[in-house]
């Protein structure tokens, strides 16, 4: 499964995305996850099967939408598990989201 986390520049997620790989792996899913910059949304998008925007930006999923194919979901992480770096309360929210568009 391929995921676009994305926040204010791309910084912020990049601990949070090997967490979120790693429990991934423990659960046997193949992951691929790449944290980006909101600028950088909609080029980086297109292959994706979700795209989960960090709780500082969850301002930008009207524009966000625009960017991203109606096709991919869009989750908008929960503030405690972001904050707290909740790495499986994050992927079991994101498996709910891709299996509920299945």
Same mark, same amino acid.
């Given at each position: 499964?391929? !995921?676009? %986390?994305? @926040?204010? $520049? +791309?910084? *912020?997620?990049? &601990? %949070? @995305?090997?967490? &979120? /790989? ?5 659960? +046997?899913? /193949? %992951?691929?996850?790449? $944290?980006? =910059?909101?600028?950088?949304? =909609?080029?980086? *998008? ?7 925007? $960090?709780?500082?930006? #969850?301002?930008? !999923?009207?524009?966000? #939408? ?7 979901? &869009?989750?908008?992480?929960? *503030?405690?598990?972001? +904050?707290?770096?909740?790495?499986? =309360? ?10 509920? #568009?299945?």
């Amino acid at each position: 499964m391929n !995921v676009l %986390l994305v @926040c204010q $520049a +791309g910084m *912020s997620t990049a &601990i %949070l @995305c090997k967490k &979120i /790989s790693e429990v991934a792996e423990k659960a +046997g899913q /193949s %992951l691929h996850i790449e $944290a980006v =910059g909101l600028e950088k949304v =909609g080029p980086k *998008s297109q292959a994706k099967q979700l795209v989960m925007l $960090a709780p500082q930006v #969850r301002y930008a !999923v009207p524009n966000v #939408r625009k960017e991203v194919p109606a096709k991919i979901p &869009i989750m908008v992480i929960n *503030s405690t598990d972001f +904050g707290l770096m909740n790495a499986e =309360g994050v992927y079991q929210n994101m498996m709910t989201v891709v299996e509920s #568009r299945k």
